[in-house]
């Protein structure tokens, strides 16, 4: 046994253990991409650099055993830096999207693509459930959002945009909404301020949450300014009807015609655990409520909606004046989060946002790329007028042109993980044109995106650990250095048995299991 | 298609089925195809254990191999630091016009050229040089490629009939001495030899013929020294074949003259081969004694050179007659192993290699390790595009490096090693090749030689073009057969090398030196030079110094002297501006530290390093943005890519240094890049990343504001084309020299006027300031 100190702490390990895993040991997670557990140390990704407390040199933990007296530092301010600037520099290099744009760009970070491709092979239901856990009027907004998404659709570049808000239009109407199983009560009470968007997607998700919500509002019926400010035509109140009643139907108890008068909101403080103020410009808000204003509103935490009483958290139009429904609809989501972690006792942070790789715009030849999992199709127009929206045959259709720009592996990227966690800017090294987006699609269950490799090598040392005839190999060297198969062989002749094994180890989206 | 293979099989059979044959498999294809046919790669995949990810994965590592089918003719561009700063950019790109070859092509639409970089020929005293398949051109100007063309293809059929030479020894006058090192062979030193042996042979004199290694006089060639039995020696620089006629009929009254027929066939050839007016260069008459030469060599201390310019490389009687494998003898029949090392310790030689490990100590390691199975490495892979030092001691002493390695595999034990040569130095490898099969004839490898029970194989591994193989896990990647990749260190080669057994890995000028410290004794040499740099260097001084060439100075002179006293000081009268020392890992020391003495610490201190041995000297005309951008290119080019901040460190801070060099700088590139250095150094994993940042760090640290300048949109120097513009002064006669060089017509034609340029269709060649003959071109 070999005795070494990790961040003052002694550890006995086996000997010919590694610093990585003597540190692993300890419960320490020294960040790696190009280590494999069932490969031979590589050393190229360096991501594992810790640093020698002796002679204050750095050194990559993966490939250096521990020995006797060893004294190691893992985390001080320069190995976080080595540790951030190795992740910007493969991120220089990583071209592809985490999130697709539209995601990124809708105000309530609805799984748009999912979205789409639930649609496409007719699985509605299936479809509103994945719009409804960011959006909890879709078929409202369906009709009045604007579609930010759209205009940061990877295909406006080179083509139309996808018609995502018709889609959601779509299966917020015919969809059946999912059943709701609310998550068990867990004994809290939280008053929402106002039943227009931000409010009712408010209460929507903190009732899911298990919170009981009382979501009060002035007028007799609820909707807000969905309800007043929008004719029919656009908005028919049916439609508007139906998606406040499953709203509702969560178990808020919704007390309409009651306007909150400042004695009762302060007593409100006193019988509710929290607040959510969510009752529209009123220019006299911050002094009727005692909150510290910005000129255009209630001054929050742009994270977690916060006020400067801590109880209280504000969202929509209260912020500032929008007439962009979503983003209040998307703020009722965040401030669910918020709340639900100030009442656990937490610091109320708001959803959880990951880091995203970001590769900017689509350009033409790239297009055919990202066709291979897509269709060559015009934009779909619903048959009876822009108004009538689509068939479900017309969202097939529509749908099926999405181009697939969110990363396979968006969920189980080590790249991802680690750029979010040491806070990686992937624009730092942004110093020359980017490389050109390539898809290879031959093969009946993995996908590979040689542009989102970062070279650690795994595929091509479990291709060959595993003796496939072709595998993986290098092409060329240095910075142009390619990952590939043999001879220019299909991607199916160099992944057979290994392919699901090659996916799974990739650190990176780069090889990917394509979705069952 | 296996039906269609014989050859292949008959290959495979030769070098072997496993992947330590890869490379020498994948050099015998490509000298069979002149390129890799993927059909018979596929088939080599089949009948051999070695896997086609293997194959792919080193065929498209190495620079040498080529998966593309070529033109008939390479026309081979060298872009070594020499050849930079004396304009390799801009003849390249010349080639380029007069090939027409669009952008991302480079064979001729007819197939006839192929154009491609190199790093270096190894020619830099001939700086700027272009080899067509093996014919090598010097001194080359961009308005001259046409002509080199049009030489190349009314030569290239001339096959060059081989003369025999008569065998009477009688009578005998004297020696005439030619040049063969790699500089003298690309200057025409063939030719010369042909035309010395047909005018001795025509005439039927009595004199030895006799060919030289490398004399260091580089800047000279190509060589002939005529010693007369009688009187003094005279040594003839820049010697052209129409010469030799004259040379040789002045020194020697040849006993019957030629026939009217032989000489008209003479004039014929020389017709032809004087017909070259690209070659500009003079011939004149010098004497040893004169003292230009005189101190070029004075200065230096021969170790590794020792006998310069006067021993045939081949010849091992001459070689044992001036003390060669005296020390061996001494080593094997009357020393212990640990006293070899003692004697190599108390020499304080250090590995010449660049990184300074104490030889001694790193023999006595291997020697530790109790295993039957060690091995040895020569490392002759240098591939700093500016240094041809290791080439030389090959080509010009195989048997100086042999008897060296024969002393360190008796001292450390070892019965196996490879000579590992870069594959760019033909000459070197077949030299080497011709030792080894001598020294076995003459008992000095093998088994039991010299008749003790001391034996050791040698074989010549050739490398095939990877500057990091110059790196030693690297290098022994490649003789394992795989793409050369770095491996962390430790363990150290000395405890787990070459297939995990224990190896030595030392420099061939390493090598070279040992004999003479164990013949000599280590006091001797430890009095050269100084302090913890002990002995010699050999270094390859280029640029823009007045005389160029391979050097051998005591440790611990100064710059300013091997410059001035060894150098000549620096050519055309410019100014001096700095010195570029240890090629692509090491740095640039301004002017105002001259007086640093060379020596592996000094070196280091002030930013460069004594690494690979290129001595490149820069004049005010030289911009230092662009140097560190040059040599940075070169090793982003050449970084095997394995670790994160090698292969995208240095891309980026090439980008970076491109940006500025483009006039596209901006406020804080220069503090990125800085960032950027350090972090490339602290992070990489071998030497070729931890050293890459150096020639940006050093030119930052005493040239900073150049890169400023730059930033701003001023290269000080004007050598940054794009932030340039060519225009005419009033000096400017009207003589149209300029239009008539100006390959794309941006000069209108007015005779007898001050002519003016269109900066839209100029492309900055040069070419007209080059014709000028009034200095009436500005460049700003």
């Known amino acids: 046994m070999i005795t070494v100190k990790i961040n003052n702490t002694e550890i006995q390990v086996e000997e010919g253990t590694s610093v990585m895993k003597a540190a692993q040991k300890m419960g320490i997670d020294i960040p790696n991409l190009c280590w494999h557990d069932e490969l031979e140390h590589f050393t190229s990704c360096m991501l594992c650099l810790v640093k020698d407390k002796k002679n204050g040199k750095l050194f990559p933990s993966c490939s250096v055993k521990a020995t006797e007296g060893l004294e190691i530092i893992t985390d001080d301010a320069e190995i976080k830096e080595a540790r951030q600037t190795a992740l910007e520099l493969l991120l220089s290099e990583h071209t592809g999207d985490c999130e697709a744009p539209c995601q990124i760009a809708c105000p309530a970070h ?308 680690y750029s979010d966690k040491y806070q990686a800017d992937q624009k730092r090294f942004k110093t020359s044109e980017r490389r050109s987006i390539t898809k290879k699609m031959n093969h009946g269950s993995v996908v590979y995106e040689p542009q989102k490799c970062i070279k650690c090598g795994i595929c091509v040392r479990l291709t060959e650990k595993y003796t496939e005839k072709f595998g993986f190999t290098y092409i060329g060297r240095g910075f142009d250095v390619e990952i590939g198969v043999p001879f220019n062989e299909e991607l199916e002749q160099g992944l057979t048995a290994t392919a699901e094994k090659v996916a799974n180890a990739c650190p990176t989206g780069a090889i990917s299991m394509r979705e069952i | 298609m296996t039906n269609n293979f014989q050859n292949i099989d008959q290959l495979i059979q030769e070098k072997g089925f496993t992947k330590k044959s890869l490379i020498p498999i994948l050099q015998a294809i490509q000298k069979e195809y002149n390129y890799l046919p993927e059909d018979v790669l596929r088939y080599v995949a089949e009948k051999t254990s070695i896997t086609a990810s293997d194959i792919i994965g080193v065929a498209s590592f190495y620079s040498q191999f080529r998966l593309q089918p070529v033109g008939e003719h390479m026309v081979k561009v060298c872009v070594g630091t020499a050849c930079h700063v004396k304009g390799a950019v801009q003849v390249y790109d010349a080639f380029r016009r007069e090939l027409k070859l669009p952008e991302g092509v480079n064979t001729e639409e007819s197939g006839k050229y192929t154009l491609e970089k190199v790093s270096c020929l190894g020619c830099c005293t001939l700086a700027p040089v272009v080899q067509i398949d093996n014919i090598t051109y010097g001194h080359v100007a961009t308005d001259q490629v046409g002509q080199i063309i049009t030489d190349f293809e009314s030569n290239k059929g001339n096959k060059n009939p081989k003369k025999a030479r008569k065998a009477d020894g009688s009578e005998i006058k004297g020696e005439i001495r030619i040049g063969l090192g790699s500089c003298c062979v690309a200057s025409g030193s063939e030719e010369i030899r042909e035309e010395v042996e047909s005018v001795v042979n025509e005439s039927g004199l009595r004199v030895h013929l006799k060919h030289v290694g490398c ?116 080593v094997i029949e009357s020393m212990s192993p640990d006293e070899v090392i003692r004697e190599v310790k108390d020499s304080g030689i250090r590995g010449r290699g660049g990184a300074g490990f104490p030889t001694g100590i790193k023999w006595e390691l291997v020697k530790k390790q109790k295993n039957d199975t060690k091995y040895l490495i020569c490392n002759g892979d240098e591939g700093d595009p500016g240094a041809f030092m290791d080439r030389m001691l090959l080509e010009s002493y195989p048997y100086r490096v042999i008897e060296g390695i024969l002393i360190a595999a008796f001292a450390a034990e070892i019965s196996h090693g490879y000579l590992y040569i870069r594959a760019e130095y033909p000459l070197a490898v077949k030299r080497i090749r011709e030792a080894l099969k001598i020294c076995k004839e003459n008992n000095l490898l093998g088994g039991n030689i010299l008749g003790t029970d001391f034996g050791f194989e040698l074989m010549i591994y050739e490398g095939a073009g990877a500057f990091v193989c110059g790196e030693e896990s690297a290098l022994m990647a490649s003789i394992e057969g795989k793409r050369g990749f770095p491996r962390i260190r430790p363990p150290f080669p000395a405890e787990s090398g070459l297939w995990g057994y224990p190896t030595l890995v030392n420099n061939t000028e390493t090598f070279a030196q040992i004999s003479y410290i164990l013949r000599e004794g280590s006091e001797k040499f430890k009095n050269i030079g100084e302090g913890k740099s002990t002995g010699t260097k050999v270094f390859a001084l280029a640029g823009k110094v007045a005389r160029g060439g391979l050097i051998e100075v005591p440790m611990g002179i100064s710059i300013k002297q091997v410059i001035e006293e060894i150098g000549g000081g620096i050519a055309n009268g410019r ?162 020299k300029c239009v008539q060089k100006c390959p794309v017509d941006a000069i209108p034609f007015t005779p007898h006027e001050k002519h003016s340029i269109d900066t839209e269709l100029c492309i900055k060649c040069d070419s007209c300031r080059a014709a000028c003959p009034v200095d009436a071109i500005d460049v700003k």
């Not at chain 1, 759209?150 to 080179?158: I, S």
């Not at chain 1, 109407?173 to 009470?189: F, H, L, T």
């Not at chain 2, 007369?228 to 129409?242: H, R």
């Not at chain 2, 090439?654 to 901006?666: A, S």
Request: glycine share 10%; with cysteine.
């Open chain 1, 110 to 417: 609805m799984n748009i693509p999912l979205m789409n491709r639930l649609i496409a092979t007719g699985k509605f239901d299936e479809s509103l459930e994945v719009v409804k856990q960011d959006i909890a009027l879709p078929a409202v907004l369906g009709r009045i959002c604007p579609a930010p998404c759209e205009g940061a659709c990877h295909r406006k570049t080179v083509d139309d945009p996808v018609s995502i808000c018709l889609l959601k239009r779509f299966v917020g109407e015919d969809g059946n909404s999912p059943q709701i199983i609310p998550a068990e009560q867990i004994g809290k009470k939280v008053a929402v301020l106002g039943a227009g968007p931000a409010g009712l997607a408010a209460a929507y998700y903190l009732q899911l949450k298990g919170i009981q919500v009382t979501l009060f509002d002035k007028n007799e019926k609820a909707g807000g300014l969905l309800r007043t400010e929008i004719n029919d035509e656009i908005l028919p109140k049916n439609i508007l009807d139906k998606e406040i009643e499953t709203i509702l139907n969560t178990g808020v108890d919704f007390q309409g015609g009651k306007e909150i008068n400042i004695t009762e909101f302060e007593s409100m403080k006193k019988d509710f655990d929290a607040l959510v103020l969510a009752t529209g410009t009123v220019s006299e808000n911050s002094e009727k409520y005692d909150l510290k204003a910005s000129p255009k509103g209630i001054l929050v935490d742009k994270d977690s909606y916060q006020a400067s009483d801590e109880k209280v958290f504000a969202i929509g139009n209260v912020l500032r004046s929008s007439r962009l429904a979503v983003r209040s609809v998307g703020q009722g989501k965040e401030v669910a989060f918020s709340v639900m972690q100030y009442l656990n006792g937490q610091e109320p942070k708001g959803e959880p946002r990951m880091f995203n790789s970001r590769f900017g715009k689509l350009v033409a030849n790239e297009f055919a790329e990202y066709l291979k999992e897509s269709v060559n199709e015009k934009r779909t127009f619903p048959e009876k007028g822009g108004r009538s929206g689509f068939s479900s045959e017309e969202a097939i259709e529509e749908a099926k042109r999405c181009l697939h720009c969110d990363c396979r592996a968006i969920d189980d990227c080590k790249l991802r993980t």
């Open chain 2, 575 to 736: 100014k001096f501006k700095a010195v570029q020392i240890g090629g692509p890992s090491g740095g640039c020391i301004p002017a105002e530290h001259a007086d640093t003495p060379i020596n592996y610490e000094s070196l280091s201190e002030m930013g460069a390093m004594m690494g690979s041995g290129g001595l490149v000297v820069l004049d005010d005309t030289d911009c230092m943005v662009d140097i560190a951008r040059y040599f940075l290119s070169f090793t982003q080019e050449e970084s095997c890519g394995k670790c994160t901040f090698c292969r995208v460190g240095t891309k980026r801070m090439l980008d970076i240094l491109d940006n500025i060099t483009k006039g596209k700088g901006k406020q804080g590139d220069i503090e990125d890049l800085e960032k950027l250095a350090e972090w490339t150094k602290k992070g990489s994993l071998c030497g070729l990343g931890k050293t890459a940042p150096n020639p940006v760090l050093s030119t930052l640290k005493y040239f900073r504001d150049e890169y400023e300048a730059h930033i701003n949109g001023v290269c000080p120097t004007g050598k940054c084309t794009e932030l340039i513009t060519y225009s005419v002064n009033d000096n400017c006669i009207g003589c149209t």
């Open chain 2, 215 to 330: 004399v260091g006089m580089c800047h000279q060639v190509p060589l002939v020294e005529v010693v007369p039995n009688e009187g003094e020696p005279t040594l003839y620089a820049k010697v052209k074949p129409e010469d030799v006629k004259n040379i040789v009929e002045s020194h020697f009254e040849a006993p019957g003259f030629f026939t009217k027929t032989k000489n008209k066939l003479l004039h014929l050839v020389e017709d032809i081969q004087t017909d070259r007016n690209w070659d500009g260069i003079e011939r004149y008459e010098i004497s040893m004694r004169e003292k230009p030469v005189a101190s070029f060599l004075g200065k230096q201390i021969p170790i590794a050179t020792e006998y310069r310019g006067m021993i045939n490389p081949l010849d091992i009687n001459e070689y044992k007659k001036r003390g060669g494998f005296t020390a061996l003898k001494k």
